[in-house]
């Protein structure tokens, strides 16, 4: 980057009251603080315990999986009426989650707000895990996942074409071109720290990894040019997909005719969703990580304060959502819709709905006052409480909207089994077991971008 943007940025930033880094940082020190972590001689022994315990909850997965192919999708709680459990629960939870990574990474770098910077990263590696997790879902809830490649459009000599008409294919390539963009943002951010890796590294194997990964950058101004470049195309071309991804996945509901999903508030509502649950998973892995690796200068409260307020505004938009549905089965004057409403509120799955307007709706409301923002371990239980209440919406929506329909004879219960929660708490495993890898081998926060917001006092290095 050429010296006289690195002023012009660093001169900009140095007028914020709430800097963005800590005190005392130099170029050098940044890179050799962020980068001692993957290059560290040795395992913590947090890392350790904790990658152990992922690894084994991911090995319950596999086993799981490999039950489920020996012996079909029945041994999940899914039945009828309920033909969705579990299954398409999970799979839309995991792709909010994954929401967050590409709107900080995006629409936030086009708005230009340098807080995201800290946050990048991480984000951007979680939203990657989390549509890896997700995918898992519907592959298997078909019950023939080895027939999944019919879901592309490739020439076959059998005349068989996917049904554009199903929200199934709409799915598969919503999700597919949504992870294959986050994938390709997500590696060209890393190259000019892999290159900082490589130069750092002292080991000949890590030199050469890192060498092969970082494409030959030398930080030319040439580079830096195209790099730009590359990052604004990849931001433009990820900004729609923050909206249309969740949208396109709120149609798999909002087509339907089940009273409780065909309503037009769920785009909109469903996005909002995604990025509520995406900034609260962000906090919950951004939290232990600044403190087990001692990255409180760069994960600074301004950040944790900063995404507090964004939980905040869209927790707000999904309160909106709750208050239109009450209003509009009570408005519409659709017995259907009524009905629904009552049977979530007080029927045999009614706890579920009081829970999650618990858990979204008020607890959340501690956010207003900034001593609770401040708090940082009071945020930390906070994110959890929105990621649980999230899933639970997830749950309300799918299973409260199914188990009673217009028949009464056609009515039922859904109870998971517990290959169901083997599957989700497996999923967990396989989202951690990747994270702890990331952390361990590349760096977790953006290196380049953390030095263009040192102020210009503290410049110094190289």
């Known amino acids: 980057m050429a010296p006289e943007k690195l002023e012009t940025t660093a001169t900009a930033v140095q007028t914020s009251p709430e800097p963005l880094v800590g005190p005392g940082h130099s170029y050098a020190s940044v890179t050799d603080k962020i980068s001692a972590v993957p290059l560290e001689v040795g395992w913590p022994k947090f890392w350790?315990?904790?990658?152990?315990?992922?690894?084994?909850?991911?090995?319950m997965l596999l086993g799981t999986i490999t039950w489920l192919l020996g012996k079909g999708v029945g041994v999940w709680g899914i039945n009828i009426p309920v033909g969705w459990g579990f299954d398409i629960i999970n799979f839309v939870w995991w792709i909010g989650i994954g929401h967050a990574g590409t709107l900080i990474s995006a629409i936030l770098l086009l708005l230009k707000q340098q807080w995201r910077m800290s946050i990048s990263r991480f984000a951007e590696a979680m939203t990657l895990f989390a549509v890896a997790c997700a995918f898992l879902y519907p592959t298997f809830h078909t019950g023939r996942p080895w027939l999944a490649y019919w879901l592309l459009?490739?020439?076959?000599?059998?005349?068989?074409?996917?049904?554009?008409?199903?929200?199934?294919?709409?799915?598969?390539?919503?999700?597919?071109?949504?992870?294959?963009?986050?994938?390709?943002?997500?590696?060209?951010?890393?190259?000019?720290?892999?290159?900082?890796?490589?130069?750092?590294?002292?080991?000949?194997?890590?030199?050469?990894?890192?060498?092969?990964?970082?494409?030959?950058?030398?930080?030319?101004?040439r580079h830096w040019t195209h790099y730009e470049?590359?990052?604004?195309?990849?931001?433009?071309?990820?900004?729609?997909?923050?909206?249309?991804?969740?949208?396109?996945?709120?149609?798999?509901?909002?087509?339907?005719?089940?009273?409780?999903?065909?309503?037009?508030?769920?785009?909109?509502?469903?996005?909002?969703?995604?990025?509520?649950?995406?900034?609260?998973?962000?906090?919950t892995l951004a939290i232990p990580l600044?403190?087990?690796?001692?990255?409180?200068?760069?994960?600074?409260?301004?950040?944790?304060?900063?995404?507090?307020?964004?939980?905040?505004?869209?927790?707000?938009?999904?309160?909106?959502?709750?208050?239109?549905?009450?209003?509009?089965?009570?408005?519409?004057?659709?017995?259907?819709?009524?009905?629904?409403?009552?049977?979530?509120?007080?029927?045999?799955?009614?706890?579920?709905?009081?829970?999650?307007?618990?858990?979204?709706?008020?607890?959340?409301?501690?956010?207003?006052?900034?001593?609770?923002?401040?708090?940082?371990?009071?945020?930390?239980?906070?994110?959890?409480?929105?990621?649980?209440?999230?899933?639970?919406?997830?749950?309300?929506?799918?299973?409260?909207?199914?188990?009673?329909d217009f028949l009464p004879s056609s009515w039922g219960m859904y109870y998971p089994t517990k290959f169901d929660w083997s599957m989700f708490i497996g999923s967990m495993g396989l989202f951690t077991t990747l994270l702890f890898v990331f952390v361990r081998l590349l760096p977790s926060i953006a290196m380049f971008e953390i030095r263009l917001i040192l102020p210009k006092k503290n410049k110094g290095g190289h």
């Open 153 to 221: 459009p490739y020439p076959n000599t059998m005349s068989l074409w996917p049904q554009p008409r199903s929200p199934l294919l709409w799915d598969v390539f919503a999700v597919s071109t949504y992870g294959t963009i986050s994938l390709v943002f997500w590696y060209v951010g890393l190259i000019p720290d892999l290159a900082s890796m490589r130069d750092k590294a002292k080991s000949r194997f890590a030199q050469v990894a890192y060498g092969i990964l970082a494409l030959g950058w030398r930080g030319s101004a």
């Open 48 to 59: 350790i315990v904790g990658f152990t315990i992922a690894f084994m909850v991911l090995m």
């Open 290 to 404: 600044r403190s087990w690796y001692k990255l409180q200068d760069f994960i600074t409260m301004k950040h944790i304060d900063n995404m507090c307020k964004v939980m905040l505004a869209t927790g707000l938009i999904v309160a909106y959502g709750y208050a239109m549905e009450a209003f509009m089965a009570w408005y519409s004057g659709n017995i259907w819709e009524l009905f629904m409403f009552k049977n979530r509120t007080t029927g045999p799955y009614g706890w579920s709905y009081w829970s999650l307007i618990l858990f979204n709706v008020l607890v959340p409301q501690l956010l207003w006052s900034r001593k609770a923002r401040q708090n940082v371990a009071l945020v930390f239980v906070l994110s959890l409480i929105i990621n649980i209440g999230m899933w639970l919406e997830r749950f309300v929506i799918i299973v409260t909207s199914l188990n009673r």
């Open 229 to 283: 470049m590359a990052a604004l195309v990849l931001a433009g071309m990820s900004t729609p997909l923050v909206l249309s991804v969740h949208t396109v996945v709120s149609f798999d509901f909002a087509v339907g005719l089940i009273p409780g999903w065909h309503a037009t508030i769920f785009p909109p509502y469903f996005v909002a969703g995604a990025i509520y649950s995406g900034f609260a998973m962000v906090l």
